[in-house]
């Protein structure tokens, strides 16, 4: 309900937050937090808009003093609990609800909630800093259906523990873990554990064939991944290049970006309500014919088919191509279509197959390939790392 404005409730409010800190002077804080807000308080205003308020004047004060994180910290957590605090009077209450609502799954209630409950330690909660607490609330919180926040830090790190564990001793050894920040789970865990979705893992990889049935399969399959906060790892190499020949249909190949936009566009699509969405990386062997085009995704200027802005990139490196440009020998780009065998080979095999390729290429048997300056790659490969941060390169021989 609103009220008039009223100083001396306001500097009283501040001077609590600062209760148990061991200041020399914290009337120089009040009066710096209350000097923030000055002229912003309207003369009729809400409880929980003047904490707002209050809030937002502490945080700009961030910079200037370690102090202040932690006053934020605490103003954030005050509202934080008088909201959830309005709603239930206890953890026991929360889970219920959660479960009437759909939100958690019915076997939490098969714990011993009242022993659990005993253990929770808010004064953990002081582990926390301003952006940690922050991001817990935007994201990692459990919300209601009208996207309102209805669980404490503390009830947080419970509901996770409750989630992996199978006795109340296993829960109680994961809470103290978890909130004490001893250590964390992946996004997907936090997210998940407890709720009705049984999706704790955080990342994946898969393999995309040459045909549109396996490339619409890894779509779909990204998406519901996606979908529960994982990451993707896919490898396109065995996509055939552009211009390739396509028997069945009497046509020839647009090569892989076009399909790495699917990608692309299922990421940007599925953003998971303002939580922190999922990530894609796709892996492209250097060697592959569309190599050239696969560096220029991450650029922001260009035609915007060949972009992929909400994709990551990164080369997979066989040492056999890391040996030619150390050398200075040239580089053979090849359609895997007509080189299939340079995909899943590596070491002292890829080395001895890529070369036999280079003397098809050289006596006419092969369709598509290209001969590379291989500093001129790389220098190019560098020059693109350097401006978008993409590709990534990893070492395919080290990896096996």
């Not at 396996?214 to 490898?235: H, Q, R, W």
Request: charged share 30%; glycine share 4%.
């Amino acid at each position: 309900t609103q009220e008039k404005f009223q100083m001396k409730k306001l500097v009283d409010a501040i001077f609590a937050l600062l209760e148990g800190f061991d200041l020399p002077d914290d009337y120089e804080i009040v009066f710096k937090i209350t000097k923030e807000l000055d002229l912003k308080i309207p003369e009729v205003v809400t409880t929980e808009e003047l904490d707002f308020l209050v809030l937002k004047a502490i945080e700009h004060l961030i910079p200037t003093g370690s102090i202040y994180d932690t006053i934020a910290t605490r103003q954030l957590l005050k509202i934080i609990n008088r909201r959830i605090e309005r709603r239930f009077s206890s953890f026991k209450d929360y889970i219920k609800y959660g479960v009437d609502e759909k939100l958690l799954k019915p076997e939490l209630l098969n714990f011993d909630i009242d022993l659990l409950e005993s253990k929770i330690d808010y004064s953990r909660d002081n582990n926390l800093d301003y952006f940690g607490l922050s991001t817990l609330k935007d994201r990692y919180l459990t919300k209601d259906r009208n996207f309102e926040t209805i669980e404490k830090p503390q009830w947080f790190f419970m509901r996770v523990a409750m989630g992996i564990g199978n006795t109340e001793e296993e829960i109680l050894k994961i809470y103290d873990k978890l909130s004490n920040l001893e250590y964390l789970h992946s996004t997907p865990t936090l997210f998940n554990s407890g709720t009705l979705t049984n999706q704790y893992s955080s990342c994946y990889v898969n393999v995309v064939d040459d045909s549109l049935e396996s490339i619409m399969d890894k779509a779909k399959e990204t998406a519901f991944l996606a979908k529960y906060a994982g990451g993707v790892g896919t490898d396109i190499t065995r996509i055939r290049a552009t211009g390739s020949k396509i028997h069945s249909l009497n046509s020839k190949s647009s090569g892989i970006i076009p399909f790495i936009k699917i990608f692309d566009a299922i990421v940007n699509a599925i953003q998971q309500g303002g939580r922190r969405r999922s990530s894609q990386v796709v892996y492209l062997q250097p060697w592959h014919l569309d190599v050239e085009a696969f560096l220029d995704l991450r650029e922001t200027t260009g035609n915007p088919y060949f972009r992929t802005p909400s994709l990551n990139t990164a080369l997979w490196m066989p040492d056999e191509i890391m040996r030619r440009i150390k050398e200075g020998e040239p580089i053979y780009l090849f359609d895997p279509a007509e080189c299939r065998q340079l995909v899943t080979s590596y070491g002292e095999e890829f080395a001895k197959k890529y070369q036999e390729c280079i003397e098809k290429a050289e006596r006419g048997e092969l369709e598509l390939w290209k001969k590379i300056d291989s500093r001129d790659f790389y220098k190019k490969y560098l020059f693109k790392l350097a401006k978008t941060g993409h590709p990534w390169l990893t070492f395919k021989d080290a990896h096996n």
